[in-house]
């Protein structure tokens, strides 16, 4: 790959400069790492973990050993990881049906959640009839996030004690922005509002989304009182190695009940045929917090060298992050497919094809998605979408390994420079 000399001093620069937020990087890497090891010791994973059942799945080793870690890791009392969640969608539509009931409140405290949940919640009339929540009585209320930055523990305590509040059994927390203009939320931010949450009610669920969150720090939601925490394996803690999938863990109560989502009442997580996937999901999860590691430095190197281009980016360079989303604020559609064609270009695997935005189920907008992966649309690998409305934000994310990450960002900064050259108003 050839830069030019201008792109090429500031990576250095930017290798230079961000030798610190990498050592701390490495840390948390060293410490969940720590974890995962501990886990696999004392769950005795062995070669017989990765057999393959068949049929109906009875007495298969490797899934109730995984349930086990996936538990730990995420501190946990109960988790099931399995390849046949199709993706994070799915997961979350298992925790939600699991748990809420006809006439039941679903209280979403971080403001509108991710596309793809409104037809599961039915919100706006998107799902109907085809068996969203709402179809089955469930109603919906959304509290906003001060400023788009901290969850409003006023307007959630309000809520939850007014006659209406009563009929809340399930808080919802987006720890991600996912693809909104909004802040992720620290794992102790998570903490203080469950607490708050639990002081006003102690009888609700608290659920978060923890897609694109896990292993960035050394903590998860359940180990600071959340009673479920959900999420995809193609991403984060599928570690770019298993091939599809998806986990829930939490509270026993609440595991339990989704787990009648998942299969049946009655048969919970007693069946389920692995066909050959736990090998990969060990893997997965035993290099997931080197893989984030690397996707996390990715990121910060995107954040420094796109802001010394001009570039609005969210988080900021040397910022802590909870999560391994990079916004890069491009103000024109331009610039958006040209980033996008660019992280297309320093991908593995389909470097030679060009990406278009195009209108995708679950999503309200035509969105633009880079994504050359090994796994079909993982995106712990180098992606980058973003839905075609101002202010233009890419949403960037993954690359599983730094070096390969690093190109795939100069690559995007080499198109973005020559459709649009620098931004010079900041
Ligand atoms: C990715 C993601 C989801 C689920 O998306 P899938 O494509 O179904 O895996 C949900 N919430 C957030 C915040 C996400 O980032």
């Known amino acids: ?186 794992v102790r931010e998570i903490g203080e509002t469950v607490s708050l949450i639990k002081s006003v009610r102690p009888d609700v669920f608290v659920v978060v989304d923890n897609c694109y969150g896990e292993f960035c720090e050394t903590a998860e939601p359940p180990a600071v009182g959340a009673d479920l925490a959900i999420g995809s394996l193609i991403k984060n803690p599928g570690g770019g190695i298993a091939e599809s999938g998806g986990y829930l863990a939490g509270t026993k109560r609440a595991v339990e009940l989704a787990s009648y989502r998942l299969t049946t009442p009655g048969l919970g997580l007693e069946v389920g045929a692995t066909l050959g996937q736990n090998k990969e999901m060990f893997r997965g999860v035993f290099y997931a917090p080197h893989t984030v590691g690397e996707a996390l430095k990715t990121a910060h190197f995107a954040a420094y060298v796109f802001a010394s281009l001009g570039y609005a980016v969210e988080p900021a360079a040397f910022e802590t992050r909870s999560d391994i989303i990079q916004t890069v604020t491009m103000g024109s559609p331009e610039g958006l497919c040209a980033f996008c064609r660019g992280i297309q270009k320093g991908s593995p695997v389909d470097a030679y094809v060009t990406p278009e935005p195009w209108d995708m189920p679950g999503y309200r907008d035509p969105v633009i998605m880079a994504a050359g992966t090994f796994v079909q649309g993982a995106s712990i690998e180098l992606s980058a979408d973003g839905p075609l409305r101002a202010p233009y934000t890419a949403f960037f994310q993954g690359g599983i390994t730094f070096e390969s990450g690093r190109i795939g960002i100069l690559c995007a900064a080499e198109e973005v420079l020559k459709s649009c050259g620098k931004k010079t108003a900041k």
């Not at 046949?84 to 799915?90: E, Q, W």
């Not at 006023?154 to 007014?162: G, M």
Request: aromatic residues 8%; charged residues 25%.
């Open 1 to 186: 790959m050839i830069f030019s000399e201008e792109l090429l001093k500031l990576a250095a620069a930017a290798d230079r400069d961000l030798r610190p937020t990498f050592e701390k990087i490495e840390a948390t890497v060293r410490e969940n790492t720590a974890r995962v090891m501990e886990s696999f010791a004392a769950h005795r994973v062995d070669a017989a973990c990765f057999a393959p059942s068949t049929g109906y799945g009875y007495d298969d080793r490797g899934r109730e050993v995984l349930d086990g870690v996936f538990a730990d890791l995420m501190g946990a009392e109960a988790a099931f990881a399995r390849h046949n969640i199709v993706n994070g969608t799915h997961a979350l539509t298992i925790g939600l049906f699991g748990l809420l009931r006809p006439g039941d409140i679903l209280l979403s405290v971080t403001g509108k959640p991710y596309d793809t949940l409104e037809e599961t919640i039915g919100i706006g009339g998107n799902g109907a009839g085809k068996g969203s929540l709402a179809d089955f009585g469930v109603l919906y209320r959304q509290i906003e996030m001060k400023d788009g930055k901290t969850p409003d523990g006023a307007a959630i305590a309000a809520f939850l004690s007014s006659p209406e509040g009563e009929r809340v059994r399930v808080c919802f927390l987006q720890r991600s922005k996912g693809y909104l203009a909004r802040r992720t939320l620290s």
